[in-house]
C-alpha cells in the first residue's frame, strides 16, 4: 500500500513518511494478531456435536494486560508524534530567516499568489501577484502567509506532505523546504463550492540559478 | 392506551414526567452552551467589546438590572407556590401562580420595551456580530420564558379546576422544575451579556 | 389516563390506530426499520450515481444518458427511452437538463449529491434503524415492561422524523438544487447564497435537520426515562443486556449532542435569512470562520459514536447468544462503552487539525483521540473472548456480528493514522478518510444493523427471514462491500482528494505506476481503473442490498413460522408470545440473574432465562 504515496521532495517529509510507516506496520500487527485469532476460535471452537461451551465469565488480569498495553502503545505513538507535528505546524519553531516570503490567497477558484519583491513588504509597488502559479528555489525555506477572500480553501502539495486550510480573513503561516526541483500540483482540498473539482495551482521549484534568473526577469534591477 | 405498569414505577424516585423534565433540561442547558459558547467566541475573540463600530451603543444595564431581580423574585414566588401545593393548599397554590406568571410576563414586557429602545438607537440583528448574538442568546431565552409563562398559566388554569392536591401535583411540579431552570438561566446570561 | 382495560381488546383499534398513528413502542420500531430501509436505497442510489461519474468522468450516464440523446435528438431508440420519454413530458425534463444536461453529471450536481448522500445516510437510515427501529423495538420488550414511558411522545418521534424526510426530499427540487456544502455543511460555504447558488436547498437542509433534532431529542427523553424508571422486578442496571446499555448510552450522547448542532443550525439560517453574519468573516463586523466547525464536530463526534455504540450493543447479543458462553468482562464492557461516550467529548478537534487551530491543541486532541483505541481495544478483546472455548454456531445473525467485529477493527485502525497530527496532515481530505467512514459505519453499524434485523425478526414478526437468501446477501455484501471500499485506503494514500468530481484534472493521480509484489509486476494508469473497479463493486454491493429487501418484505408474509424463542436466548424479549401481544407480558416478568447465562456447568440445558426463577441465585452480573 505504502508504495502508492507520492514521491517525498520536503526536508520533513521523511518524517511523516516515518511514522506513517511506523502506523502501518503497527496496525497491521494488530490487524493480523486480531484476525489471525479471531480465525483460529471460528476454526477451533465451532459447534461440534456433544461438546459444551465452557462457562467463562472474564479475566481482570487479561482485562487489565490489554489496557494496560495498547495504553503504552498510544502514548508511544504520541511521543514520537508531537515532535513531528510541531515542527511542521508550530510558528515559534518554524526555521528562521525565510529565503522567501509568499502570500498565497485561495479563491473561487484559483490561488492567488504575491511576491513583497525586493523591499520585502507587502503592499508596496513592487509587489508582483501570479495567478495559480508559485516559484520558489530548491533547499530553501519558504514562508507562506496563507488566507482566502470568500470561503476556506486548502493548500496541499501531496509531495510536500504538506496540507493547510485557508481561512478568509485570517492570515496562517506555512513553512516548507523542497528538495528537489520540479513542478508540482497544488490542488485544493477543501470543499469550495462547484469549482473545487480542479481548483489547482503550481508550484514550481527551480534550481537556485532558475529562481535567480527568474527573479531578475521579474524585478530586473 | 398506557400501560403505565405502576407496580414497577412505585419503587422509583421520581416518577416519569418529573424524571423527563429534568433530562429535557440537559438538552436546554446544551443548547444555551452552543450560544454561550458562540457568544464567548466573539467576546474573547475581539479585544474592544462592543467592537469600535459599536461604542455608543449602551446596553441598558440598570433597568435589565431591575428586571433581573423581578425574575429571580418570581422564583422565589414559585417556591412558595411549590411549597403550597405540598401542604394541600390549593388556594394558595392559585395566588403563588398568578404572581409567578404576571412577574414572568412583566419581565417580558421589559425586555420588549428595552429591545424597542435598542433598535431605535440602531441596534438590531444586522449590526455585526455583536447585535447578532445579542439577540439571538436573548431572544433564544425570551422564548423560553414565554412558553415557561404560557405552562405556569395552563397549570393555573388546572389549579381552578381543582386539579392538584396534597397528594396529587406531578403538574405543579414540573411545571416549577422548568420555570426554576429558566430562572436560573438569566443571571449567567446577564452577566455574561450586559456587564462583561 | 386511566385505561389500562384496553389492553386485552386491542383488536378493537382501528387500522389508523393501529398502523399509522399507533402508541404501541412495537409498532412505531418497526415504523422507523422501514423508514430506515427505503430512505437506505435513496442514499444508496444517490452513491451509485456520483460513483458513475468518478469511474467515467463526463460520461453520460447509462439509462438516464442514453435518453437524454433522445432530449437531444428527438429520436426514440430504445425501450429505456420509451420508459423516461413519458417523465420528459412533465416537469422533471428541467430538472433533469439543469442536473444532467446530457446526461452527465455537473460539478453542482456532483456536490449535492455527496452531500445528500451523507446527510441520509446519517440522519434519515443508521440514526433511525440502532436508536430508532431497535431501541424502540427492545428496550421495552428487553427491560420488562409494557411500553414506553411517553407513548405519544414516541409517536410524535415518528412522525417528526417522517416530517424532516418529507422537508429533505422536497429541497431536491427548489431552484438552485439542495444543499451542496457536504454533510458538514461547512460554513463560509453553507452560510451564503453566493458562494454555492444554493438558495433554498441549504435552508431546507437546515430546517430538516432541526426537525429530525426535535424527533431525536423526543425520543431520547422517553429512552432514558423508561430505562431508569421502568425496569422489570430484579433488573438491576448491572442485568441488562449490553444493547440496552448501549441504547442508555446513545440516548443520553444523542440528548446532549443534538442541541448543540440544533443552535448551530439556527445561527446557520440567521446567517442565510435575517442578515447576520456569525460565519462570514469577510462581511464587516462579520464572525469567525471557525466557529461552525466547532460547533459542528463538538455535535459531529459525538455523532459518530452514537452511529457505533448501538451496533457494538447488537454485536455483544449476537456474539454470546451463537458461542453459547457469558460475554467475556460484562462489567468491562459497560465501563468501555462509557469511556467511549466520555472521551468522544474531547476529541471533536481531530477533524480540524488542518483548520490552523494551534499546534498544541493538535496534540492534545491527537492524545485524546489515540486514547479512545484503549477502551475500543477493551471491546474487541472481549468479544474474541467470547468467542473463546465457545461452542459456535454460524447463522447469518453471527456471520453478521462477525464481520462487525472484523471490519470495525479495520475502520478503527484506520483511526488510528488519521488521528496521528503528521499523517493527517497528508491523508486529511483524501480517500483515506472515505475508507475509514465506510468501514466504521457500513462495515460497522449496517453489518450490526443487518444481523440484528434477522436475529430479532422472528420476534418482530413471527417468522424467520429465509436463510438461503439471508446467507446470500451477506456473502454478497461482505465481499462487495470489502472490494469497494478497501481500495479507497490506496487512493488515500496516493493522495486522491475526496469531494472532487473529476479525478482525471489532476496529473499526480494519473501517473502510471508500477507495483512489485513479490514476482509479480502491476501497471497502473493512475487510478482510473482503480475507481472503475470500485464503482462496479458499489453497483454489486447495491444489487446485494436488493435481495435484502426483497428477503425482508418477502418473509413477513411467506417465512417459515417461528417458535416463541428460535435462538434459546435468555433475555426477556423472548419471555413474550410471538406475535408480541399490545403491553407485551401477560405478567411482568421477574428477573433473577444476568442476561448472559449460558452453559452453566452442571446445568442440563446451556441457557437459562433471565426470568427463570427455580436456579439458585444469581451468577453472572450483579
Ligand atoms: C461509526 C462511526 C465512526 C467511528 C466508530 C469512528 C472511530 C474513530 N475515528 Fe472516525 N470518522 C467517522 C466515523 C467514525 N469514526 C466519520 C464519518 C468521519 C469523517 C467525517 C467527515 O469529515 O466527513 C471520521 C473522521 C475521523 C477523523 C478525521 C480525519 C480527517 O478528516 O482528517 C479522525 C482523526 O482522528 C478519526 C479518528 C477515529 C478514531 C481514532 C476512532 C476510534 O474510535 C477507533 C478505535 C478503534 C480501534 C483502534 C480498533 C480496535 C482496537 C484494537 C484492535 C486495539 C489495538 C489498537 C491499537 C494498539 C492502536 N475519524
Ligand atoms: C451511514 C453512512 C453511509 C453509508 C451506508 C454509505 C454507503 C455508501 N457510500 Fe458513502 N458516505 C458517507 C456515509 C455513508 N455512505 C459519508 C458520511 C460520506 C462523506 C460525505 C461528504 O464528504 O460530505 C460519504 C461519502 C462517500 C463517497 C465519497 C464522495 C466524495 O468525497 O466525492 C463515496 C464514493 O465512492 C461513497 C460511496 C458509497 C457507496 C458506494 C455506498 C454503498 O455502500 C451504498 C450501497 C447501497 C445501495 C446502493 C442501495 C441499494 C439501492 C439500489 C440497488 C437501487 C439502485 C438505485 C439507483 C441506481 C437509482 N460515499
Ligand atoms: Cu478551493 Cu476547494
Ligand atoms: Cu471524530
Redesign the pocket.
Known amino acids: 500500500m505504502l508504495q502508492w504515496l507520492p514521491e517525498n521532495v520536503s526536508t520533513f517529509g521523511q518524517g511523516v513518511d516515518d511514522l506513517f510507516h511506523a502506523i502501518y506496520w503497527l496496525t497491521l500487527i494488530v490487524f493480523i494478531l486480531v484476525m489471525g485469532t479471531l480465525i483460529v476460535f471460528l476454526i477451533k471452537y465451532r459447534h461440534q456435536e456433544g461438546k459444551k461451551a465452557d462457562y467463562i465469565e472474564g479475566s481482570t488480569t487479561l482485562e487489565i494486560v490489554w489496557t494496560a498495553v495498547t495504553t503504552v502503545i498510544v502514548f508511544v505513538l504520541a511521543m514520537f508524534s508531537y515532535p513531528q507535528w510541531n515542527n511542521i505546524k508550530s510558528p515559534t519553531q518554524f526555521p528562521d530567516n525565510p529565503d522567501v516570503v509568499v502570500q498565497v490567497s485561495g479563491k473561487q477558484f484559483n490561488w492567488d499568489m504575491t511576491y513583497p519583491g525586493p523591499d520585502n513588504e507587502f503592499g508596496t509597488d513592487d509587489d508582483l501577484e501570479l495567478e495559480n502559479e508559485l516559484h520558489v528555489p530548491v533547499n530553501a525555506v519558504v514562508h507562506i502567509r496563507l488566507t482566502s477572500i470568500d470561503v476556506i480553501h486548502s493548500f496541499f502539495v501531496p509531495q510536500l506532505r504538506l496540507k493547510q486550510d485557508a481561512l478568509p480573513n485570517r492570515f496562517i503561516n506555512v513553512w516548507f523546504e523542497a528538495t528537489k526541483a520540479g513542478r508540482y500540483e497544488i490542488p485544493c482540498a477543501e470543499?469550495c463550492g462547484f469549482g473545487h473539482s480542479g481548483m489547482l495551482g503550481y508550484l514550481n521549484v527551480h534550481t537556485q540559478a532558475d529562481y535567480d534568473a527568474w527573479v531578475q526577469e521579474r524585478w530586473p534591477q | 392506551m398506557t400501560h403505565n405498569n405502576s407496580e414497577v414505577q412505585e419503587r422509583q424516585p421520581l416518577s416519569n414526567a418529573r424524571l423527563g423534565v429534568l433530562v429535557l433540561l440537559g438538552a436546554e442547558t446544551m443548547l444555551f452552551s452552543g450560544l454561550i459558547g458562540t457568544f464567548l467566541v466573539f467576546r474573547v475573540g475581539n479585544v474592544t467589546w462592543p467592537p469600535p463600530s459599536h461604542i455608543g451603543i449602551e446596553l441598558p444595564r440598570v433597568v435589565t438590572g431591575i428586571n433581573t431581580a423581578l425574575l429571580l423574585l418570581s422564583g422565589y414566588t414559585m417556591f412558595q407556590a411549590w411549597r403550597a401545593i405540598q401542604k394541600d393548599r390549593v388556594k394558595q397554590l392559585r395566588n403563588w401562580l398568578l404572581i409567578t406568571g404576571v412577574l414572568g410576563l412583566l419581565f417580558l414586557g421589559v425586555q420588549g420595551s428595552e429591545w424597542v429602545q435598542l433598535i431605535r438607537n440602531g441596534l438590531t440583528l444586522q449590526s455585526g456580530v455583536y447585535g447578532g448574538i445579542f439577540y439571538v442568546l436573548i431572544g433564544c431565552h425570551a422564548v423560553h420564558v414565554l412558553s415557561a409563562v404560557i405552562w405556569v398559566f395552563i397549570v393555573f388554569a388546572m389549579a381552578i379546576a381543582g386539579r392538584f392536591s396534597g397528594d396529587r401535583y406531578t403538574g405543579v411540579d414540573t411545571c416549577a422544575i422548568y420555570w426554576i431552570f429558566v430562572v436560573a438561566l438569566w443571571p449567567i446570561l446577564y452577566v455574561l451579556v450586559y456587564l462583561s | 389516563m386511566h385505561d389500562n382495560e384496553h389492553a386485552s381488546h386491542d383488536h378493537e383499534e382501528s387500522f389508523i390506530r393501529k398502523y399509522i398513528f399507533s402508541l404501541d413502542h412495537k409498532t412505531i420500531g418497526k415504523q422507523f426499520l422501514i423508514y430506515g430501509l427505503i430512505m437506505?436505497?435513496v442514499?444508496?442510489?444517490?452513491?451509485?450515481?456520483?460513483?458513475w461519474q468518478?469511474a467515467y468522468p463526463d460520461q453520460p450516464l447509462p439509462i438516464i444518458g442514453a435518453s437524454q440523446q433522445y432530449l437531444d435528438e428527438g429520436e426514440v431508440v430504445t425501450g429505456a427511452d420509451k420508459m423516461w420519454e413519458r417523465i420528459y413530458e412533465s416537469d422533471k425534463e428541467e430538472w433533469l437538463e439543469i442536473n444532467m444536461p446530457s446526461g452527465v453529471i455537473t460539478p453542482e450536481f456532483?456536490n449535492m449529491l455527496?452531500?445528500m448522500?451523507?446527510t441520509i445516510?446519517?440522519f434519515f437510515?443508521?440514526v433511525p434503524i440502532l436508536v430508532g427501529a431497535f431501541g424502540n423495538f427492545l428496550i421495552p420488550l428487553m427491560i420488562g415492561t409494557r411500553d414506553m414511558a411517553f407513548p405519544i411522545l414516541n409517536m410524535l418521534s415518528f412522525w417528526l422524523a417522517v416530517l424532516a424526510a418529507i422537508v429533505m426530499a422536497v429541497g431536491f427540487f427548489v431552484p438552485g438544487g439542495h444543499a451542496a456544502a457536504?454533510?458538514?455543511g461547512y460554513a463560509p460555504l453553507s452560510a451564503d447564497p453566493q458562494w454555492t447558488g444554493v438558495e433554498w436547498g441549504q435552508n431546507l437542509w437546515a430546517i430538516s435537520l432541526l426537525i429530525q433534532g426535535f424527533s431525536s431529542l423526543v425520543g431520547s427523553i422517553n429512552y432514558i426515562t423508561t430505562i431508569i424508571n421502568m425496569r422489570a422486578p430484579g433488573m438491576t442496571f448491572f442485568r441488562m443486556p449490553l444493547v440496552i446499555w448501549s441504547l442508555f448510552i446513545v440516548a443520553i450522547l444523542l440528548l446532549l449532542a443534538f442541541p448543540v448542532l440544533s443552535s448551530a443550525l439556527a445561527l446557520l439560517i440567521f446567517d442565510r435569512l435575517a442578515g447576520t453574519t456569525f460565519f462570514s468573516a469577510t462581511a464587516e463586523g462579520g464572525g469567525d470562520p471557525l466557529l461552525w466547525q466547532h460547533l459542528f464536530w463538538f455535535f459531529g463526534h459525538p455523532e459518530v459514536y452514537i452511529?457505533i455504540l448501538p451496533g457494538m450493543g447488537i454485536a455483544s447479543e449476537l456474539i454470546p447468544v451463537f458461542s453459547r458462553k457469558p460475554i467475556f468482562g460484562y462489567r468491562s464492557m459497560v465501563y468501555a462503552m462509557i469511556a467511549i461516550a466520555f472521551l468522544g467529548w474531547i476529541v471533536w478537534g481531530h477533524h480540524m487539525f488542518q483548520s490552523g487551530m494551534r499546534s498544541e491543541m493538535g496534540n492534545f486532541f491527537m492524545t485524546t483521540t489515540m486514547l479512545i483505541a484503549v477502551p475500543s481495544a477493551i471491546k474487541t478483546f472481549n468479544w474474541l473472548g467470547t468467542m473463546f472455548r465457545g461452542s459456535i454456531r454460524f447463522t447469518t445473525p453471527m456471520l453478521h456480528g462477525i464481520a462487525f467485529v472484523s471490519m470495525f477493527v479495520i475502520g478503527g485502525l484506520s483511526g488510528i493514522y488519521m488521528a496521528n497530527t503528521p499523517v493527517d496532515i497528508f491523508i486529511h481530505d483524501t480517500?483515506y478518510i472515505?475508507a475509514h467512514?465506510?468501514y466504521v459505519?457500513?462495515g460497522g453499524?449496517?453489518f450490526a444493523i443487518f444481523g440484528g434485523i434477522i436475529f430479532w425478526f422472528p420476534k418482530m414478526y413471527g417468522r424467520y427471514m429465509n436463510d438461503v437468501l439471508s446467507k446470500i446477501h451477506f456473502w454478497l455484501t461482505f465481499i462487495a462491500?470489502n472490494c469497494?471500499?478497501f481500495p479507497?485506503h490506496i487512493l488515500g494514500v496516493g493522495g486522491h482528494m475526496?469531494?472532487?468530481?473529476n479525478p482525471q484534472q489532476y496529473e499526480f493521480l494519473m501517473e502510471p505506476t508500477t507495483i512489485k509484489f513479490l514476482m509479480w509486476q502491476f501497471e497502473f494508469q493512475g487510478f482510473i481503473g482503480m475507481n472503475i473497479f470500485?464503482?462496479m463493486s458499489?453497483?454489486t454491493?447495491?444489487?446485494a442490498?436488493?435481495i435484502l429487501v426483497f428477503n425482508f418484505f418477502w418473509s413477513m408474509y411467506k417465512g417459515k413460522v417461528a417458535e416463541q424463542n428460535p435462538w434459546q436466548v435468555n433475555t426477556l424479549e423472548w419471555e413474550a408470545p410471538t406475535p408480541v401481544p399490545h403491553g407485551n407480558f401477560g405478567q411482568i416478568p421477574t428477573v433473577y440473574r444476568g442476561p448472559y447465562e449460558y452453559s452453566v456447568p452442571g446445568e442440563e440445558s446451556d441457557w437459562i432465562p433471565q426470568a427463570q426463577p427455580e436456579h439458585a441465585p444469581a451468577t453472572g452480573g450483579d
Do not use: K
Open positions: 470543499l | 437506505f436505497f442514499g444508496g442510489g444517490l452513491a451509485l450515481l456520483f460513483r468518478l456532483y455527496f452531500t448522500h451523507a445516510m446519517v437510515v443508521v457536504g454533510w458538514t452511529l480517500y472515505v467512514i465506510h459505519v457500513f453499524s449496517l462491500f469497494t471500499f479507497m475526496r469531494r472532487i468530481s470500485i464503482t458499489a453497483f454491493l447495491g444489487f442490498q436488493l
